[in-house]
């Protein structure tokens, strides 16, 4: 095969070349065989990345001539070459790609078949990268640069996360219908109950837990994975992970500082749920705060964000102090009941204030004297209503009768 040095300039870059005038996409092969290219299995998946130069499209390929030996390539398109964009709606069009391993006994040639649902999807990708391509200013189009930004961000790895190949799935099918046809016509017909239950429960709500669950777990997963890569970055440099923490913190705008506050919030009253449930205190309260840990999940994962009151109702729970509510478990109230016999409600919060690290922590060691009105009359109001909710639990006397009104009852009896 004649390659021009473009074509083997992107064979070494991009491990791909496109040879246009042949219809086929060359793939750098060498050392493997053709044998192993004819019997390696190919995944292909068509990228987009939004870049200050403009959009981009790459066809990545994973081919794999054994489970454990991976390869990857890509085929970046340059949008604003007619040759490319029409190359690359023909693959989509037949459902196909013509490719031309180079091994190092010679040239092989394979026809790969996109799956038809994954050829729709990848169809709509590409329009949308069309629309957005038109709607780009033509002249800071810089599709060289959009390549450097691909090459920068992308790891084509991370496209390609799965865990059964298709070669994989293709032998369950065929053992699963061949164990199944030795079983008992009564098995069979359990077995189908079981299936028409489960697919009367799935099947009807499938279109959202595609759109709105499924979709989201590659970043889900993403998220996760970071969250690992931190751990093993600064496992042992507590000091060091501060020290980033507070720099990528402190350059974030006063609405993301904003948001990280919530975020605080629910962690806290998720990791104070694990810790219950952990400690198998299965109370009536940890039911209700489930269900308000389920309703801001919910609210999270349809998109809608947190409100108020999702927020208030959950952190309330779990006996984190938010203004205006009662913020521990009615059972952490004693201590406050017993002191209120003697002493007013604002005297009782001063006391709550002095004595409890969670409620010194919330106001940053200040005392009680030093916070605004706002701020006492909310304390007040909280610990108040908390030792409402403690003696309707245990049915105790609300109001509390004062020490001084009972001494007073017994001089007269």
């Given at each position: 095969?004649?390659?021009?040095?473009?074509?083997?300039?992107?064979?070494?870059?991009?491990?791909?070349?496109?040879?246009?005038?042949?219809?086929?996409?060359a793939?750098?092969?060498?050392?493997?065989?053709?044998?192993q290219?004819?019997?390696?299995?190919?995944?292909?998946?068509?990228?987009?990345?939004?870049?200050?130069?403009?959009?981009?499209?790459?066809?990545?390929?994973?081919?794999?001539?054994?489970?454990?030996?991976?390869?990857?390539?890509?085929?970046?398109?340059?949008?604003?070459?007619?040759?490319?964009?029409?190359?690359?709606?023909?693959?989509?069009?037949?459902?196909?790609?013509?490719?031309?391993?180079?091994?190092?006994?010679?040239?092989?040639?394979?026809t790969?078949?996109?799956?038809?649902?994954?050829?729709?999807?990848?169809?709509?990708?590409?329009?949308?990268?069309?629309?957005?391509?038109?709607?780009?200013?033509?002249?800071s189009?810089?599709?060289?640069?959009?390549?450097?930004?691909?090459?920068?961000?992308?790891?084509?790895?991370?496209?390609?996360?799965?865990?059964?190949?298709?070669?994989?799935?293709?032998?369950?099918?065929?053992?699963?219908?061949?164990?199944a046809?030795?079983?008992?016509?009564?098995?069979?017909?359990?077995?189908?109950?079981?299936?028409d239950?489960?697919?009367?429960?799935?099947?009807?709500?499938?279109?959202?837990?595609?759109?709105?669950?499924?979709?989201?777990?590659?970043?889900?997963?993403?998220?996760?994975?970071?969250?690992?890569?931190?751990?093993?970055?600064?496992?042992?440099?507590?000091?060091?992970?501060?020290?980033?923490?507070?720099?990528?913190?402190?350059?974030?705008?006063?609405?993301?500082?904003?948001?990280?506050?919530?975020?605080?919030?629910?962690?806290?009253?998720?990791?104070?749920?694990?810790?219950?449930?952990?400690?198998?205190?299965?109370?009536?309260?940890?039911?209700?705060?489930?269900?308000?840990?389920?309703?801001?999940?919910?609210?999270?994962?349809?998109?809608?964000?947190?409100?108020?009151?999702?927020?208030?109702?959950?952190?309330?729970?779990?006996?984190?102090?938010?203004?205006?509510?009662?913020?521990?478990?009615?059972?952490?109230?004693?201590?406050?009941?017993?002191?209120?016999s003697?002493?007013?409600?604002?005297?009782?919060?001063?006391?709550?204030?002095?004595?409890?690290?969670?409620?010194?922590?919330?106001?940053?060691?200040?005392?009680?004297?030093?916070?605004?009105?706002?701020?006492?009359?909310?304390?007040?109001?909280r610990?108040?209503?908390?030792?409402?909710?403690?003696?309707?639990?245990?049915?105790?006397?609300?109001?509390?009768?004062?020490?001084?009104?009972?001494?007073?009852?017994?001089?007269?009896?």
């Amino acid at each position: 095969m004649r390659l021009t040095k473009v074509d083997q300039s992107n064979l070494a870059r991009f491990g791909s070349a496109p040879l246009l005038d042949r219809n086929v996409l060359a793939i750098a092969w060498s050392p493997k065989s053709k044998q192993q290219a004819q019997s390696a299995n190919i995944v292909t998946r068509l990228i987009t990345l939004q870049t200050a130069s403009g959009p981009l499209l790459s066809l990545a390929f994973e081919i794999s001539s054994t489970k454990a030996m991976v390869q990857y390539c890509c085929f970046p398109i340059n949008l604003s070459d007619k040759k490319e964009t029409k190359y690359l709606a023909g693959i989509l069009k037949i459902g196909n790609i013509n490719l031309c391993f180079l091994a190092e006994d010679g040239e092989t040639n394979r026809t790969f078949e996109i799956p038809s649902r994954q050829c729709g999807r990848m169809t709509v990708r590409y329009e949308n990268a069309i629309s957005d391509f038109r709607g780009f200013p033509i002249n800071s189009y810089d599709f060289e640069a959009a390549v450097k930004a691909f090459e920068e961000y992308a790891r084509l790895a991370d496209y390609f996360q799965y865990l059964i190949t298709e070669s994989e799935f293709r032998r369950a099918i065929t053992i699963a219908r061949e164990q199944a046809a030795s079983v008992s016509p009564e098995q069979r017909i359990q077995a189908r109950r079981i299936a028409d239950e489960l697919l009367g429960l799935f099947l009807p709500k499938f279109g959202y837990l595609d759109s709105e669950i499924l979709a989201k777990i590659p970043d889900i997963r993403r998220n996760f994975l970071f969250l690992l890569d931190l751990r093993q970055w600064f496992q042992g440099d507590a000091d060091g992970f501060s020290r980033f923490l507070v720099d990528i913190l402190s350059v974030r705008t006063a609405e993301e500082y904003q948001q990280l506050d919530t975020a605080v919030l629910l962690f806290k009253s998720i990791f104070r749920l694990m810790e219950d449930i952990k400690s198998d205190t299965a109370t009536k309260e940890n039911s209700v705060l489930q269900a308000h840990l389920k309703d801001v999940l919910a609210s999270l994962v349809a998109g809608r964000g947190l409100s108020i009151k999702a927020l208030i109702n959950l952190v309330s729970g779990v006996g984190i102090p938010l203004g205006g509510q009662p913020g521990r478990h009615p059972s952490d109230y004693s201590r406050e009941y017993a002191w209120k016999s003697g002493l007013s409600w604002t005297e009782v919060a001063r006391k709550s204030l002095s004595e409890n690290p969670d409620i010194r922590d919330e106001f940053r060691g200040r005392d009680f004297d030093s916070l605004t009105f706002q701020q006492q009359e909310g304390l007040k109001h909280r610990i108040r209503e908390g030792v409402k909710s403690y003696a309707e639990r245990l049915k105790k006397p609300f109001p509390i009768e004062s020490s001084s009104k009972k001494a007073e009852l017994q001089e007269i009896d």
